[in-house]
């Protein structure tokens, strides 16, 4: 059996905290993640500001100092979104093999992309690990060891994913 930080599914955890003592209560403090892949061992990170994402070795998350290159979210349309970017991971059609890819942000600073199939996710449970699967192409999220990512068909161990909550602030 493998030893592999974990988080709940994201599906059962809430989307925001509520708001610390002393806020507003209409402020939301967003929950940002590593993107964990527990075949690989490694963190889907945005390259610099390009539109392109690859595997590497998970930053600590117990840091309050992540790049944020390497910090995500799930809105509530389905969009995982970069923290550093505003982009939201996307597919490149509906073949087995091939690529997943960011695209840019609705509005600067707003989290969300626009509403296509093709950028949106669900997410199937599969033990305390989950798969992403896109609404497009209906295929899954798979990294890959030359540290890209792609979307196949389902079967590969390399599509299994964990949601690692970080200590880094917004």
Not at 46 to 51: P, S
Not at 94 to 120: F, H, M, Q
Not at 151 to 165: F, K, M, V
């Amino acid at each position: 059996m493998r030893e592999t930080p974990r988080a709940p599914p994201a599906a059962s955890r809430p989307r925001s905290s509520p708001p610390p003592d002393g806020q507003p209560a209409n402020a939301v403090v967003t929950r940002h993640f590593l993107l964990f892949n527990v075949g690989l061992q490694k963190c889907a990170v945005q390259n610099g500001t390009l539109d392109q994402l690859y595997l590497t070795t998970c930053p600590d998350a117990s840091r309050t100092d992540i790049n944020h290159s390497a910090l995500w979210i799930q809105n509530t349309y389905g969009q995982i979104v970069n923290m550093h970017s505003d982009f939201c991971m996307i597919v490149t059609g509906a073949t087995p093999g091939s690529g997943v890819w960011l695209t840019g942000p609705t509005a600067a600073g707003s989290g969300k992309c626009t509403d296509v199939t093709v950028d949106e996710w669900n997410f199937g449970s599969e033990g305390p690990d989950f798969q992403f699967t896109n609404d497009h192409s209906h295929l899954y999220m798979t990294g890959n060891s030359s540290g890209g990512l792609t979307q196949n068909n389902q079967g590969d161990a390399n599509q299994y994913w964990a949601e690692l909550p970080t200590n880094s602030a917004n």
